[in-house]
């Protein structure tokens, strides 16, 4: 069996290494990373010869002499970050109550003036070479560079802030800002941020506030691994940049005063970001825009952050049992007048076999689904609290028998949608649904389904149900009715409304010929007296009837 490589004066070669690894800056670490692959993908011969300054003689010993020194070098550079990360975690340099202390900000007062610099450069911590930082005042694209010059930048500074900054694009791929841990540029004109910060970056804190900036590259920020702060407040963007969620850290994030994001875009930026979790600063001065879509036009309508938020959290309050689940989305833009806009939520419950009604909807549910289920009653709709907001029930394909739990019910006055198609309702009081009927403007705006129920039918059905079903429900032609193998649209009175005979059915023909008689006889006493009077004579009945004593009256 071969024997293990042995490597001669391992300690101290290699303890030389580990000693310098502090002051070894990253560049070079790469540096010799890639001449380790680049050594090991060549003979043996050809090292030995081109890399004994190393005082490798061996293949085998080189290989384990650099594995060595790789292992140790990149323990530095992992000791190295940590350090920078703690640094950076317990250094406190905010003086203005923002996001972090890590963030660098510097108010208007203390810009330079008269040392012919736009940059001064402020000692944080004596006793940290790191701890440098840059406050600069109105600056532009064309003196940057060279008013950043004077103060020694990039040269151990960790922190830098720029006030009133004109910049018509802010390029961040540059290695200028490759060594910061805190960079603001607030109070100015920037039009676009573009590029991507290098790899390795420790920026924590980003501050592009109050800067009227229009657009952030989508791609800016991904390499910054240990960012944990985020300032965009007071600037005109729509869309927010993606961000590395590598690591599960917290993250601050800044955008009040931006109202031109849209609340889509930041419903899923929060649900983007894998383990970390986000707050807020200043969540109740921050509003997001919602489009309201007319017949006509557009507009936009500012809803709370903490709407967007909620809905973030949705699922937790959605519905659920041992063995069943609902699900909830975001329905639209709710606008009441006199409230603030809110995201109103759609719960769908349908076809998990549940028999009765869910205890407990999320807020701000206007609609709910629970179709192809076991259901038999309505109370819920009536007695529980959580059901004040619903505006559209479906509950096809049920057990429900009767619609008489509604009845004075907070439901009846706002509801837009009622479906109870393919349930067992069998009678149908049509004054439960027939509430605010003197509005006909609220009874167009309401929609009724109740097809493929089978209703009880008789002369009532089919005298006034049929014309109120016509008038009132959506699908009124798809009714039934149980005991008479029709729809009740089609139904006919005369079939319905058959009673048995009896005396009373020919009242109305014995008082039409009582009348006809009355008005005969009337007829012929007029007739005669006018003969009387212009002939003189009596009818002749009158003629041969006897002289009674009281004749005498008429005679003259």
């Not at 005042?137 to 040269?155: A, H, I, V, Y």
């Not at 540029?185 to 980003?206: A, E, H, S, W, Y």
Request: proline share 4%; aromatic share 10%; charged share 20%.
């Amino acid at each position: 069996m071969r024997a293990m490589c042995a490597i001669p004066r391992p300690v101290e070669q290699i303890s030389v290494y580990c000693q310098l690894r502090p002051f070894l800056s990253v560049s070079y670490l790469h540096y010799l990373h890639a001449k380790y692959a680049q050594y090991q993908s060549r003979s043996d011969s050809n090292i030995s010869s081109e890399y004994n300054n190393f005082s490798i003689v061996k293949p085998c010993k080189m290989k384990m002499q650099w594995f060595a020194i790789m292992m140790c070098l990149y323990a530095g550079v992992a000791s190295a970050r940590t350090e920078e990360d703690q640094q950076a975690s317990s250094t406190s340099i905010s003086e203005t109550g923002g996001l972090l202390e890590q963030c660098f900000y510097r108010p208007a007062s203390e810009c330079p003036e008269g040392t012919g610099c736009s940059c001064k450069k402020i000692v944080l911590a004596h006793n940290d070479p790191e701890g440098n930082a840059v406050l600069c005042c109105n600056l532009d694209g064309q003196n940057l560079k060279t008013e950043l010059s004077c103060t020694g930048f990039p040269s151990n500074i960790s922190y830098i802030h720029i006030r009133n900054a004109t910049l018509d694009v802010f390029n961040v791929s540059e290695i200028r800002w490759r060594r910061l841990k805190s960079l603001a540029i607030t109070d100015g004109r920037i039009n676009k941020v573009k590029g991507q910060f290098l790899m390795m970056t420790p920026t924590v804190c980003l501050n592009l506030s109050n800067n009227a900036l229009m657009e952030v590259e989508n791609k800016s920020l991904t390499r910054l691994a240990h960012l944990t702060a985020l300032d965009l407040s007071y600037n005109n963007l729509t869309h927010l940049p993606a961000l590395n969620t590598i690591n599960g850290r917290e993250f601050w994030l800044d955008i009040s005063g931006t109202n031109t994001l849209w609340c889509h875009d930041i419903y899923q930026y929060i649900n983007k970001t894998g383990d970390k979790q986000i707050y807020f600063n200043r969540e109740n001065e921050t509003v997001c825009s919602a489009s309201k879509t007319w017949h006509w036009f557009n507009t936009t309508e500012q809803v709370p952050l903490k709407q967007v938020r909620y809905l973030s959290l949705l699922q937790t309050e959605c519905p659920k049992g041992d063995t069943w689940q609902c699900q909830c989305n975001f329905r639209r833009l709710d606008i009441v007048e006199g409230k603030p806009p809110t995201l109103a939520v759609n719960v769908d419950c349908s076809a998990i076999q549940i028999t009765e009604l869910p205890e407990k909807l999320p807020r701000n549910t206007i609609a709910l689904n629970v179709s192809y289920n076991n259901i038999t009653a309505l109370d819920d709709l009536s007695t529980n609290p959580w059901y004040e907001d619903i505006r559209e029930f479906y509950a096809d394909y049920n057990n429900i028998s009767s619609i008489n739990k509604l009845e004075g019910s907070k439901f009846l006055d706002n509801y837009a949608l009622l479906s109870l198609r393919y349930n067992k309702i069998k009678s149908l009081p049509t004054y439960i649904l027939s509430l605010n009927a003197h509005d006909k403007s609220i009874i167009s705006s309401r929609l009724v389904k109740l097809g493929g129920n089978e209703l009880h039918c008789d002369c009532n059905t089919a005298k006034y149900l049929k014309v109120w079903l016509q008038t009132r429900i959506l699908d009124s032609d798809e009714v039934l009715c149980e005991n008479v193998k029709e729809k009740v649209v089609d139904l006919e009175p005369s079939k319905m409304c058959v009673y048995p005979g009896d005396w009373t059915d020919y009242i109305y023909y014995i008082i039409a010929t009582e009348v006809i008689l009355l008005i005969s006889l009337i007829a012929k006493v007029s007739y005669d007296y006018w003969v009387f009077k212009t002939a003189g004579y009596l009818p002749w009945p009158a003629n041969k009837m006897p002289k009674l004593p009281c004749d005498w009256l008429c005679e003259t």
